[in-house]
């Protein structure tokens, strides 16, 4: 089974601080994702990566950064966390998603609260 | 504009009935769509996944339909049992750019009750 673990699944932390979110899966697939999840609002996307070291900004990428060195690890970074930032985000990953059968895999979230 | 909208925004249902969750999708040009199954505090889990050629998929109790012309995607769960109480999300690949992308609807939250 394709797995994608996300490493943090609550996160408490204070405003202004630096956040890291790390995200790995385990398939070999090219793409990975980067989605936060607000009631009402449905998934919306911060960052994607279809390779090593590349990055493309999704719809609200503002106050995040990405970082994917290795194929597997694709890694959301708060650089000064906000109480807006109050979110549930999801990582995911798949082969080309243009193809028909690839499917999206998500992980499991990581619940973060900015206090 | 790019748009899915889902109906209805949240469904409560007895156990052992049927339903139906409503898709309706503007983006173009369509390649495929996507049935998600999201249990409370987890990620989404992959149902169906439709291409324009298809208008119909079964995945057990969970039977996705789709209506390329009318821009119109369904899905039928039978028989429902309390672990189907979830939010159910359409999600529509567009295929115009070099990358693609997905869209996602707000989802359906479906409450089974004994």
């Known amino acids: 089974d394709v797995k994608v673990t996300q490493s943090s699944r609550y996160l408490v932390k204070r405003t202004g601080e630096k956040v890291f979110l790390e995200c790995v899966q385990d398939m070999d697939h090219e793409n990975m994702f980067w989605y936060r999840q607000d009631p009402g609002l449905g998934l919306r996307l911060i960052y994607f990566?279809?390779?090593?070291?590349?990055?493309e900004k999704g719809d609200i990428p503002e106050g995040y950064s990405v970082s994917r060195e290795k194929k597997e690890r694709f890694s959301l970074i708060l650089e000064s966390a906000s109480t807006n930032q109050t979110s549930m985000y999801l990582c995911?990953?798949?082969?080309?998603?243009?193809?028909?059968?690839?499917?999206?895999?998500f992980g499991e979230g990581s619940w973060l609260t900015v206090v | 504009k790019n748009q899915v909208e889902q109906s209805p925004q949240s469904l409560i249902i007895l156990e052992g009935k049927n339903c139906t969750l409503q898709c309706n999708y503007t983006v173009s040009p369509f390649s495929n769509l996507r049935w998600y199954k999201q249990d409370t505090g987890r990620g989404p889990v992959s149902l169906t996944i439709?291409?324009?050629?298809?208008n119909t998929k079964s995945n057990g109790r969970y039977t996705a339909t789709l209506d390329a012309d009318t821009k119109q995607s369904s899905l039928h769960i039978t028989a429902s049992q309390l672990s189907d109480s979830a939010s159910y999300i359409c999600?529509?690949?567009?295929?115009?750019?070099?990358?693609?992308?997905?869209?996602f609807g707000r989802g359906t939250q479906l409450t089974v009750w004994p």
């Open positions: 990566s279809y390779d090593v070291k590349m990055k």
């Open positions: 995911a990953s798949s082969l080309i998603t243009g193809l028909t059968g690839n499917t999206i895999y």
């Open positions: 999600v529509v690949f567009d295929r115009g750019s070099t990358l693609g992308r997905l869209y």
């Open positions: 439709m291409t324009f050629s298809e």
